[in-house]
């Protein structure tokens, strides 16, 4: 009885090894695919439901109360999300003296209201699902609204109130103003924030861009319950405001929901006008030579506004030098064939007052040097010779096969609503946009190419590295 129990304990043994490793060899199968998914946005699509949606048609423009909002109707899970933005709200619309401010409202909105404490006004949003959140941008001033429609009443009540009847707690103010110093103190320590605030410093000096958008520790210091309040009845105005919404709603409901949330704003309020920024790319070198393992470096030139008739044929030719991740002509160049970085990419940054095409890369010290001329190597032969029609077609396929990954969840539709209203996009936007990339012309890619390639871009460098 004892060796067959012994043989059977063997036994069992090595079947509960062979589980262990089918389980990991499974789990391992899983994750790899997972991150084969990842990289790969056909395989993205074909393994979701949005790969048959076209979000034609859904869009309509509702209005009430003064108020107007882009809306889609989507019925497949009962949330609705409101996205919002007051336009000319942002850093760079604050005064010298209220440097920091913007950033501090966005965390005191949410510090509780006077009907609700801190702990109670998170209590309630966790107990009905709903989410607010506010956040702040160089040009604007955004918020969120997503919440379960059961739960509209209620959600309607509590941003409400962040907007009506905030508390301004001077306990949580000073713990918020304590937080944001020390955000402040902690960008010397990382290479990013350190590259963007010397680009800032050095591509917008002398104006708003250039300040810290975090602000300034000394001035938010200062900052009490009564300038929050005054920013909030200049700027939190109808005429300022874009709305999107998105979800289980219809159109009278979203009449309804836009009179409550925001009918209580005052009608106009400040307007301010930021100058323009132009970059005169000659190739100038601007270094931060502070010290981290790695060299951080951004490049740029002047680019297009978003209206701008050269907008889709520049887009379609930063998409193929910088802006299609490891397929772009840089990175497999510079990053894959020569391995002289750790990441490189370009991109439109585009806002209120600078329309740029930038790029970022990262490298050792020693490679530094090399991977720079080599990018530049890249870029005469790009303004040279542009594209062919065979690069365009597979940008073009790529761009629009693509597209409806944007739509991944509720709040990106309804964010993606307000973008539409900010840049004058037009309510069939969603309809049209595949065809303007469709439209594009060889010959007006590579006249853009020759337009803003042929600037020598300006380089905002951090770190030191060997060579000039």
């Known amino acids: 009885m004892g060796n067959i129990y012994r043989k059977k304990k063997k036994t069992g043994r090595y079947i509960f090894l062979f589980l262990i490793v089918f389980a990991a060899i499974t789990y391992s199968v899983f994750r790899w695919q997972q991150k084969v998914d990842l990289f790969d946005a056909d395989a993205v699509l074909q393994n979701t439901v949005l790969k048959n949606k076209t979000f034609s048609g859904k869009v309509s423009v509702i209005e009430n109360d003064g108020l107007k909002a882009f809306l889609m109707e989507e019925k497949s899970n009962p949330i609705v999300s409101v996205s919002f933005k007051f336009l000319h709200a942002g850093t760079a619309y604050e005064t010298d003296d209220q440097s920091g401010l913007v950033h501090l409202l966005s965390e005191m909105l949410l510090a509780g209201t006077k009907n609700h404490d801190f702990l109670k006004f998170r209590y309630l949003t966790e107990e009905y699902g709903i989410k607010i959140g506010y956040s702040a941008s160089d040009d604007d001033f955004d918020g969120y609204l997503i919440f379960p429609k059961v739960n509209m ?79 909030m009845q200049r700027y939190f105005t109808k005429s300022n405001l874009l709305i999107g919404i998105a979800g289980d709603i219809t159109s009278s409901e979203a009449e309804h929901l836009i009179a409550r949330l925001f009918g209580h704003l005052p009608q106009q309020g400040d307007n301010r006008i930021l100058r323009s920024i132009v970059v005169e790319a000659n190739g100038k070198s601007y270094q931060n030579e502070k010290k981290f393992a790695q060299v951080l470096t951004r490049f740029v030139v002047q680019g297009t506004h978003r209206q701008a008739d050269d907008f889709y ?150 770190g030191t590295y060997k060579g000039d």
């Open 153 to 231: 009443q209620m959600a309607e009540n509590l941003l409400v109130e962040t907007l009506t009847e905030p508390q301004f707690d001077e306990n949580y103010m000073m713990l918020y103003k304590q937080q944001l110093a020390h955000l402040i103190d902690t960008q010397e320590e990382n290479i990013e924030k350190v590259s963007e605030l010397t680009f800032r410093k050095s591509i917008c000096k002398g104006h708003p861009y250039a300040r810290n958008p975090l602000g300034d520790k000394s001035i938010i210091a200062k900052l009490d319950e009564e300038t929050l309040r005054n920013f």
């Open 313 to 462: 044929p520049l887009y379609i030719a930063n998409y193929i030098f910088g802006g299609s991740g490891l397929n772009s002509v840089i990175s497999k160049n510079i990053r894959e064939d020569k391995g002289l970085t750790y990441g490189i990419y370009t991109y439109l940054r585009i806002s209120d007052a600078a329309n740029l095409l930038e790029g970022h890369f990262s490298s050792s010290p020693e490679n530094f040097k090399p991977a720079k001329e080599l990018l530049l190597e890249e870029w005469h032969k790009f303004a040279a010779k542009g594209i062919t029609q065979t690069d365009l077609q597979q940008a073009k396929k790529s761009l629009i096969d693509s597209y409806n990954l944007r739509f991944s969840s509720i709040s990106d539709i309804s964010e993606m609503l307000v973008g539409m209203q900010k840049y004058n996009l037009g309510v069939d936007f969603l309809q049209k946009r595949n065809q303007y990339v469709d439209n594009v012309t060889l010959g007006a890619v590579n006249d853009a190419i020759k337009k803003y390639y042929t600037s020598e871009p300006d380089f905002i460098t951090v």
